[in-house]
């Protein structure tokens, strides 16, 4: 979304996405003044808008990834189970054997499937992090706005 602001000395364009995503609130106010003295007061009720706009998808959004990250636990648990399975089967037998060769397979796919996993996770909770961070300075822009 994108804010153009007159004022006596000519006009800006500010791209909305980009310009909260720095997540800096001085320059918030600065802009909020800016808007206040401009000929365009009005885009200070655009900013409100689409913050509130954001701030309604944040509920439903930190309950789908709450339930990912659930999920992924849950399969990180079993991964790491049966790579430690895997793993005191393979150390039964001696190292090249049969046995030995047939559970180091298995050891192998779960080290991956487990790395898979964890990268899964970690990438799903720094997303549910960053939604919390982002409603937090939503509200106090909001409060600055009002």
């Keep these: 979304m994108d804010l153009k602001i007159k004022y006596e000395n000519g006009s800006m364009i500010i791209h909305l996405e980009n310009f909260l995503s720095c997540h800096n609130i001085s320059k918030v106010r600065k802009l909020v003044k800016i808007i206040r003295s401009s000929f365009t007061p009005e885009c200070e009720s655009v900013i409100r808008e689409y913050i509130e706009q954001e701030m309604e998808q944040f509920e439903p959004r930190q309950k789908e990834l709450a ?80």
């Design 67 to 146: 339930k990912y990250i659930v999920g992924y636990t849950g399969k990180v648990k079993f991964c790491q189970t049966q790579l430690g399975n895997c793993t005191a089967n393979r150390d039964r037998y001696k190292r090249n054997s049969d046995g030995w060769k047939h559970y180091n397979n298995h050891v192998k796919e779960f080290r991956q499937e487990l790395k898979e996993m964890k990268s899964l996770l970690r990438s799903r909770q720094s997303e549910y992090d960053r939604n919390i961070r982002n409603k937090d300075f939503y509200k106090k822009v909001l409060e600055i706005i009002t």
